[in-house]
């Protein structure tokens, strides 16, 4: 689990990677900007200031793959 609100998204296809070994966001953009897309929209304020941080995630696909490669 991140604890860094503007780490990069992972995606893993559990069917056949249920070890989660394999981070496959960077051959799926599409289903990874969804994700964000959901993630960004479930979140709402909290009455508590120290949980209300802006999220300024970096997801572009180059950053992603420049991960993965180093992930290798």
Partial sequence: MATDPDSLLELYDLSTDPKEASNV?????????????????ARTESPEPNFNFPLKRKATQAAMAHEMEGDK
């Fill in 25 to 41: 966001a960077g051959k799926y953009p599409e289903v990874v900007a969804k994700m964000d897309a959901l993630i960004k929209g």
